[in-house]
C-alpha cells in the first residue's frame, strides 16, 4: 500500500473503523449517529471552534494548560481546579501507554489508581474509560475539552474522545510520531493520522465543527522555526484534505521575542496562503506553546521563562497559548502549581493587551528568513512527493529534506543541528539535507560566526548543549565580561 | 585511570524523552565511558540483553514521563534471572507522578534494587562521577570480572 | 532666611554641623578626618560608584532588593540572603520613626525588637545603632551599601552611613519631603538637603567618591513620567551644586513598556544636557523602579507584574534596577520573598539581555512628548526663581507649576489628575497650572477621549480608581467585550 | 436609609502612605459616610480630637507602614479618657512587620480595644458595609445617642 494525500473513501473509511472499534472493548459500542446526537445537542460554549471564534473577534489571547490523571474523579477535579484559575480551553492530557495503544497497561495502571487513591499513570487513559467515562467528564465540565497525546495511531480515541463530545484533538501524522516514537514508521502514522482527520471531516458533513491541531513544538528544542511551521502547515494540508474545516496551528517558542513574533506572524500568513492556493476553505487559528524546553529548578525563575511566553503570545497575537507551570522541572507538575502558572500567564496577558496598540516592534529580517526558509522546504517536499505530500513527506524524511533536532525516531535523520547566535536566535550549524540555498546557509554562517567571535569559544556539541540548557539558566552566553562585573 | 567503563543505557517504557538521553550519552562519552545508548523507549529485555551482549558494568536507566515504577517493577530480579548478577544499577529522572518527598522516591527506588537513584535536579557531573566511582570500587573488589568486562568492552568498543 | 541654589560656604555647613552631630548622642564623636581614613581603607568593590562604573561598561544591569530590619543581627542575615540570592548592590532601608527624627521612639522599637527577638521597626534605626553598629554592618557585608528612607531632615543619618562606609545616600530635598511628609516645608527640607549633598562634596573634595541618588518615583502612582523626570533633574541639580559628583536618577515604572522606555531614555539624555549646559560634570548613571503602585495579592499575578519591570528595565538600558516582591501586596516582605525577587528579576534580565541586540521598539512619538513636557517645566521652575533653581522648585510647588499626584504634603496643590489614555499610557486629564502648552495639553485631551470612547465610560474619579489599581488587577480597561467572550 | 453616618479618618503615626487615604476617604463618601479625613501622620489626639469635635460614629485609623501596633498602644483608653464611650474603632492595613498569621494581628488587634481589623486584602465595599452596619447597629440601641449625632453631624456636614 502506498499512501497519499487524497481524502480516504467512504468505504476505505468504514472498512477501517470497524477494525479500529473492535481494538479494544469500549470501541464496540459507538455509532457516528447516536454521537452526532449527541454533539448536536451540545451548546455552543462546549465548542472549540465557537469559542476560538469568539476569541478571534475579541482579540482575547485564550489559555490552555496541560494535565491529566488516571482516575475521573482526578480529572474533574483538575480540569474545575483549572477553571477557578481563569483557563479557557480545557486538556485532557492522556497517558503514554494508551499513546502507544497498550490498553492493558494503561487499565492496570488505572486499577491501581482507583485502589491506592493516586494516579500512577501520567494521563487520563480515555479508551479505557470509553464513552460513558469521557462523556461523564465532558459533561461535568462547562468549558470545551480537548485531548492532548502524542499518540502515532490515535483512531480509537479520536473516536471515543469526539463521541463523547471532546470537541478537539491534538496531534497529526508527523507531528505525533517523529518525536513521540522510535520504531513507527511514517508511512503508518500518515495513514492512521489520514483516519482521525477524515473523522473530523465526516462529523464536519454532519453538521458539526470539531477542532483540530497539529503539535507545534514537535521535539521542544532549538527548533529552527522554518522546520516547524513547514511541518505543521504540511500536516494543516494533510487535515485539510480529509475534510477538516477548523484548524489550530502551532508553534513551539525558542525563547527570543523577535524570532517568536515573526515565527507565529509567517505561521498564520504562509498557511493562509497555501490552504488557500490549494483550494481548502480553512478558519484559522495559531497557538502559542510558552517554552518547552529544559525549565529552571527555582519557581521564581520558572515565572520568568512562563512570563516571557506570556508576553511574545500576546506580542504575536497568538489565540491560544499552551501554558507551563512553575514546577515544570519537576515532573508532572501539581494542580496548584498548574493554578499558578494559569494565574500569572493570565495576569501578564491582561497587562500586555491593555497596551498591546502602542508596541511597535520591527521583526521584518527575520519574518523574511523564515518566510523564505519555510516556502523551499514546503515547496521541496511537494516536488519530492512529485506533487504529493505524503509520498513527499515520507520520502523528505527518508533523505533528510525534512529533519527535526533531537526527534528518537529512526525515521528522522537528525542531521540537522541548531545553535544560537550572537543575538540569541536560533540557526542552523549543520544543515544536513535542507533544500536552503547558499544566500540562506551564509547567513546562518555568518550569524553563528559572529558568536563564535564574541564568546570566542567554538561552535560545537558542548556549545549546543549550553544551548540546550540556556532557557533555564538564564543567560544565553557564557560572557567574558561577566567575570570583570565580579569586582 | 581505567577508561573501560562499559554501560548501557536507555529511556525505560513508553517514555520518549530524547533531548535528555542524548545530552547524558555525550556527557558519558566525555568521560570516557563505552555508551551503548539504546535510546528512548527501552524494554527491561532491551536493556537486559544489550547488558548480556556487551558484558556491561552498569545500566543507567532514565525516566523522564512518571511511569518509571510501573516500568521498573521486577528490574533487578530479571537481571538476575538473565545472570546478570554484576552489572550496577542505576535510574534518573521525574521518577513520580506530581510532587512527591525526595526520601520517599529514593527509598523505592532503592528497595527495588537500583544501586542509586538521582533526580532531575541532581548535578550531572556528580551524578556521572558517582557512577564511575561505584564501578571502580566493584572492579577492584571483584578483579576477575574487571578482566572480564575489559576484554569485552574492548572487543565491542563503540564510540 | 531665603534658601538658594549656591555652594554652602564651608563656614555655613560648619556651623550646622555641630547642631546636627548635637542632636543625638551617636552623632558627637564623629570626626570627618577620622571617617576619610576608614573609607579611603574600604575596597573598590565597597564603593557603589565603582561598581556602577563597572556595570556601565559591561552593559549589565545591577539589582538591588529593598529591606530593613530593627537589629544589626537582623539586618546582617536579610543583606546576606540578598546576596545569596544574587542581588548587586545593598539596601538599608531606615526605619519611619528615624526618618521623622524620631529617635526616642526608634529606641524604644529598637529594644523592644532586641528583646522579642522580631522586628517591631519597619527599618533599620541607623541614627540609633550609630557609628559602631553601622560599621560593624558595612564591615560584614561584601558588596556597596546604601541608606533608603524617605527623611525630609536626613542629615544626621547622611553623617553617621558615610562615616560608616555606605557610599550612597537615597532622598532629596523634593523627593524625601513631597511624597513622605505632611507638614514640612519645601524651604526647610531643601536647605537639610543641601547639607546632605554638600557633606558628599566635601567627601568628594577629599578623593572619596560617595553616590547621591534622587528618589525617582516620588509616590508611585501614575505620576506622569516628565513631572517624575523634572523632579529627578532639578534635584540633580542641587546636589551637583553642592559638589555631588557621582549620580544616580531614578524612575518608577508606570508600567506601560513604551512609555516606560521612552522615560528612561528622556532622562538620560536631558540630565546629560542639562548638567553640561550648566556646567556640572557628573557621572550619571540611571535607576529603573520596578512597579511601585498597587500589587496583585496573587503571588503568581505578582510575579508577571515583577517580570514586566525587568523586561523593561533592560529594554530601557538602565543600570540599576530597584525590586518588588511576590508578597509585596502583603506588607513589609520577608526574606525569603525578597530573594524570590531577587531570583525572578535576575532570570528575566539575563534573558532579555542576552537578545536586547535584536529587539528595536519604536518609542519616538513617546519620547518626543516627555521630552518637551519635561523641557517646559524645567524652564518655568527656573523663570519662577528668576533663575535660582531653589526659589522656582519652592515658588513652583506653591503654584502648582509643580505639582505630585497623590503626594501628602500641604505643599503640594495636587491639582494635577493623571489618567490612563485608551493604549495603557499614563496621560493628564486636570492640568493644574502645569506650564503645557495647547499643543501638549490637546495631545493628552485627545487621547484620553479615545479611552472614554473606548471604553464608553466617563473619564472621572471612578476612573482615576480602576487606574490606580490597573495594574494589581491586570486590565487596564472594563472592556465590554471581555463579557460577550463569556461565553 | 440613614445617610448621616460621621467617620473620623486618618494614617496614623510616622506613616506617609497617601494613595490609599485618598481611596479610602472617596469609597466612604460614595457609600454617603460624612467624613472628616485627617490624611496620613496623624497622632492618636489629633484622631481623638477631631471625633471629639464633629461628634463621630467612628474613628477609621489605617496604617500601611508596620508600626500600627506601637502607633495605636492605648488608644482604646485614651478614647474613654476623653469622653469618647461609644466611638467604634477600626483599623486596617498592612498591620505587622514580616508575613504573620492573620488571626494573630486580628486578636491583636481586637484586644486592643479596636471592633473590627481589617487586612489589606479584604474587600473595601466588604469593610465599608461593616462599619455601615455596626453603625446603624449600635444607634438602634442606643437610640440617645443617635439624635446627639444627628444634629452634630448636621451641623458640621461636610462633603
Partial sequence: ?487 | MNTDNTIVMGVIGQDCHSVGNKVLHFAFKEKGFVVHNLGVQCSQEDLIKAAKEVNADAIVVSSLYGHAELDCRGFSTNCIKNGLNNVLLYIGGNLSIGKSEWEVIERKFLKMGFNRVFSASDDLEWAIDSIYNDISLRKFKHPVSVTENKDASQKRKVN
Wanted: glycine share 8%; aromatic share 8%.
Fill in chain 1, 1 to 487: 500500500m502506498q499512501v497519499k494525500n487524497v481524502k480516504l473513501t467512504k468505504d476505505q473509511f468504514y472498512k477501517t473503523r470497524k477494525q479500529v472499534l473492535e481494538s479494544w472493548s469500549t470501541g464496540k459500542s459507538l455509532s457516528l449517529d447516536e454521537s452526532f446526537r449527541y454533539l448536536n445537542s451540545l451548546p455552543e460554549h462546549k465548542y472549540f471552534s465557537k469559542v476560538l471564534d469568539n476569541a478571534k473577534r475579541n482579540n482575547k489571547l485564550l489559555l490552555q494548560p496541560r494535565g491529566g490523571v488516571a482516575t475521573l474523579r482526578g480529572q474533574k477535579t483538575l480540569l474545575e481546579g483549572f477553571i477557578k484559575a481563569g483557563a479557557d480551553l480545557m486538556p485532557v492530557t492522556i497517558d503514554s501507554y494508551t499513546r502507544q495503544n497498550e490498553y492493558l497497561k494503561s487499565e492496570k495502571g488505572l486499577s491501581e489508581s482507583l485502589t491506592t487513591k493516586k494516579s500512577v499513570l501520567n494521563g487520563f487513559p480515555a479508551v479505557n474509560h470509553g464513552l460513558k467515562g469521557c462523556r461523564e467528564l465532558n459533561n461535568s465540565i462547562t468549558k470545551p475539552l480537548q485531548a492532548r497525546h502524542g499518540s502515532p495511531d490515535g483512531r480509537l480515541l479520536a473516536e471515543i474522545i469526539h463521541a463523547s463530545g471532546w470537541t478537539s484533538n491534538e496531534g497529526g501524522g508527523i507531528s505525533y510520531n517523529i518525536p513521540y516514537s522510535k520504531n513507527v514508521s511514517l508511512e503508518k502514522s500518515i495513514y492512521d493520522w489520514q483516519y482521525c482527520d477524515r473523522l473530523v471531516g465526516i462529523y464536519e458533513e454532519m453538521g458539526i465543527s470539531l477542532n483540530r491541531e497539529p503539535f507545534g513544538p514537535l521535539t521542544g528544542t532549538l527548533v529552527p522555526p522554518s522546520i516547524s511551521n513547514a511541518i505543521a502547515i504540511i500536516e494543516g494540508l494533510l487535515a485539510a484534505e480529509q475534510g477538516v474545516k477548523n484548524l489550530s496551528l502551532g508553534y513551539g517558542s525558542v525563547g527570543h521575542i523577535v524570532q517568536d513574533i515573526a515565527a507565529m506572524i509567517s505561521l498564520r500568513t504562509l498557511a493562509t496562503d497555501i490552504f488557500k492556493k490549494y483550494g481548502y476553505t480553512i478558519n484559522l487559528s495559531t497557538v502559542y506553546h510558552q517554552w518547552m524546553g529544559n525549565f529552571p529548578r527555582e519557581e521564581s525563575a520558572a515565572y520568568s521563562v512562563i512570563n516571557l511566553g506570556s508576553l511574545t503570545a500576546v506580542l504575536s497575537a497568538a489565540n491560544k497559548m499552551i501554558l507551563k507551570t512553575p514546577h515544570e522541572a519537576e515532573g508532572i507538575p501539581t494542580l496548584e502549581a498548574n493554578m499558578d502558572g494559569i494565574r500569572t500567564s493570565e495576569h501578564m496577558v491582561k497587562m500586555i493587551s491593555s497596551q498591546i496598540g502602542s508596541i511597535k516592534i520591527d521583526v521584518t529580517d527575520e519574518l523574511q528568513i523564515i518566510n523564505e526558509e519555510t516556502n523551499l522546504i514546503i515547496d521541496k517536499v511537494l516536488d519530492t512527493g512529485d506533487g504529493d505530500l505524503v509520498q513527499g513527506t515520507i520520502k523528505s524524511f527518508a533523505n533528510g529534506v525534512l529533519d527535526i533536532p533531537f526527534a528518537p525516531s529512526i525515521y528522522n535523520q537528525g542531521s540537522v543541528i541548531p545553535i544560537r547566535d550572537h543575538l540569541g536566535a536560533v540557526r542552523i550549524l549543520e544543515f544536513g539535507n535542507l533544500p536552503f540555498n547558499s544566500h540562506i546557509k551564509n547567513l546562518h554562517r555568518e550569524k553563528i560566526n559572529k558568536r563564535v567571535k564574541m564568546e570566542n569559544r567554538k561552535a560545537n556539541h558542548d556549545m549546543i548543549v549550553s544551548d540546550i540548557f540556556s532557557i533555564s539558566n538564564g543567560s544565553f552566553f557564557k560572557r567574558k565580561s561577566h567575570e570583570v562585573m565580579k569586582c
